[in-house]
T-cell receptor
Framework: SQQGEEDPQALSIQEGENATMNCSYK?????LQWYRQNSGRGLVHLIL?????REKHSGRLRVTLDTSKKSSSLLITASRAADTASYFC?????????????FGTGTLLAVQP | ETGVTQSPTHLIKTRGQQVTLRCSSQ?????VSWYQQALGQGPQFIFQ???????GRGNFPPRFSGLQFPNYSSELNVNALELDDSALYLC?????????FGQGTRLTVV
């Protein structure tokens, strides 16, 4: 079963605007990761944030983590048409025997040129 | 380029048949995981292998099995295929910063 929900399910914006996606999860985590997927192909790792971190930046990406609310957000600034893809958050549960990823349901982002 | 390659990219099988999907990782990638992604859903963890031993399994029946080889390649085998097994199958190598995914195998069961 999925770990949690992502919100919104779909988002359509104009090029140059910012895109914000939210993710909620259910259990205590070791870390949370965001992935991007183009047209049902392989996932590309974007960023990892550990449970003791609150914010992380990578280029045009900004991720926040609120462990008290069991939620995270991904902000893409100055979006481009090439950012059009599905975005997934995934958690690694704390105390688990493996580092398996538990994925959310994904947000489909469409950036209009 | 993630260094993880999967074959084949697409496959069509008939219900009841068996299928083997393959994954090749870079040298030193000791941990490989397999995921199933149904259309419109997030990937679901099938199992993980570490140094040729299964060390974790998701909620999948025993007809889903795997192997990992010393040359960092691995296989996912599915017996007695069902229509609901139609999905994108992804393998991933574990890295300190996250997991590196292959491009996936799209399996269609008819």
């Amino acid at each position: 079963s999925q770990q949690g929900e992502e919100d919104p399910q779909a988002l359509s914006i104009q090029e140059g605007e910012n895109a914000t996606m939210n993710c909620s999860y259910k259990t205590s985590i070791n870390n949370l990761q965001w992935y991007r997927q183009n047209s049902g192909r392989g996932l590309v790792h974007l960023i990892l944030i550990r449970s003791n971190e609150r914010e992380k930046h990578s280029g045009r990406l900004r991720v926040t983590l609120d462990t008290s609310k069991k939620s995270s957000s991904l902000l893409i600034t100055a979006s481009r048409a090439a950012d059009t893809a599905s975005y997934f958050c995934a958690t690694v549960r704390s105390g688990g025997a493996t580092n398996k990823l538990i994925f959310g349901t994904g947000t489909l982002l469409a950036v209009q040129p | 380029e993630t260094g993880v390659t999967q074959s084949p990219t697409h496959l069509i099988k008939t219900r009841g048949q068996q299928v083997t999907l393959r994954c090749s990782s870079q040298s030193g990638h000791n941990t490989v995981s397999w995921y199933q992604q149904a259309l419109g859903q997030g990937p679901q963890f099938i199992f993980q292998y570490y140094r040729e031993e299964e060390n974790g399994r998701g909620n999948f029946p025993p007809r889903f099995s795997g192997l990992q080889f010393p040359n960092y390649s691995s296989e996912l085998n599915v017996n007695a295929l069902e229509l609901d097994d139609s999905a994108l199958y992804l393998c991933a190598s574990s890295l300190p910063t996250g997991q590196a995914f292959g491009q996936g195998t799209r399996l269609t069961v008819v």
